[in-house]
Nanobody, 122 residues
């Protein structure tokens, strides 16, 4: 019902920047929260950042001060500006949305994108 498509991943050197985008489409009534998670090989998926529909943000400790999440509600799109990238930021980055798909059912449902690879070389 809701599809999330990420873009913007790639290979960069330490200290460089990348900007990820994630656009939601499909049957959407409202999106409460949009966010980014990441998963490195052999590690659990972890929160990078999330943002509510009114702009309240939350960041994982390891990215505070370096990453910035933003959102365009009109476009159902969330962005992640990643600065001062480190090799330890290397992971698959996943977009997540918590949404209501119809005005007749207020159930919050969780959706994930397919992931985009970010690789930071030292």
């Amino acid at each position: 019902q809701v599809q999330l498509v990420e873009s913007g991943g790639g290979l960069v050197q330490a200290g460089e920047s990348l900007r990820l985008s994630c656009k939601a489409s499909g049957s959407i009534f409202s999106i409460n929260v949009m966010g980014w998670y990441r998963q490195a090989p052999g590690k659990q998926r972890e929160l990078v950042a999330h943002i509510t529909s009114v702009g309240t943000t939350n960041y994982g400790d390891s990215v505070k001060g370096r990453f910035t999440i933003s959102r365009d509600n009109a476009k159902n799109t969330v962005y992640l500006q990643m600065n001062s990238l480190k090799p330890e930021d290397t992971a698959v980055y996943y977009c997540k949305a918590i949404a209501v798909v119809t005005d007749t059912d207020p159930t919050l449902r969780q959706y994930w994108g397919q992931g985009t690879q970010v690789t930071v070389s030292s």
